[in-house]
């Protein structure tokens, strides 16, 4: 079945980096644009980032653009978010998803918590 995993959350201060993988499996995973999620405590989950099967585009929510880099490999079958410049309002639990549509997402992962200091 299709699973995908995140990891690299964790503990940061303000300032600092955090790189947050995405493990997938049981799909054409090169077949598939990938989305980084979030979801601050208490509030909705909100859209971070995406890119295209092939890599080619991205796109971001304005509140990290500049900060969040969103990569792939497709030979790995993973997706990669790389944070810099980490403020407390990031604190959030983070989700991978495959993307079918535009704003169709059908394959979610557990999330991975990520906790900026201040």
């Known amino acids: 079945q299709v699973q995908l995993v995140e990891s690299g959350g964790g503990l940061v201060q303000a300032g600092g980096s955090l790189r947050l993988s995405c493990a997938a499996s049981?799909?054409?995973?090169?077949?598939?644009?990938m989305a980084w999620f979030r979801q601050p405590p208490g509030k909705e989950r909100e859209f971070v980032a995406a890119?295209?099967?092939?890599?080619?585009?991205?796109n971001y929510a304005d509140s990290v653009k500049g900060r969040f880099t969103v990569s792939r490999d497709n030979a790995k079958n993973t997706v990669s978010l790389q944070m810099n410049s980490l403020k407390p309002e990031d604190t959030a639990v983070y989700y991978c998803?495959?993307?079918?549509?535009?704003?169709?997402?059908?394959?979610w992962g557990q999330g991975t918590q990520v906790t900026v200091s201040s």
């Open positions: 998803a495959t993307r079918v549509g535009a704003e169709i997402y059908n394959y």
């Open positions: 049981g799909l054409t995973f090169s077949s598939y644009s």
């Open positions: 890119i295209t099967w092939s890599g080619s585009s991205t």
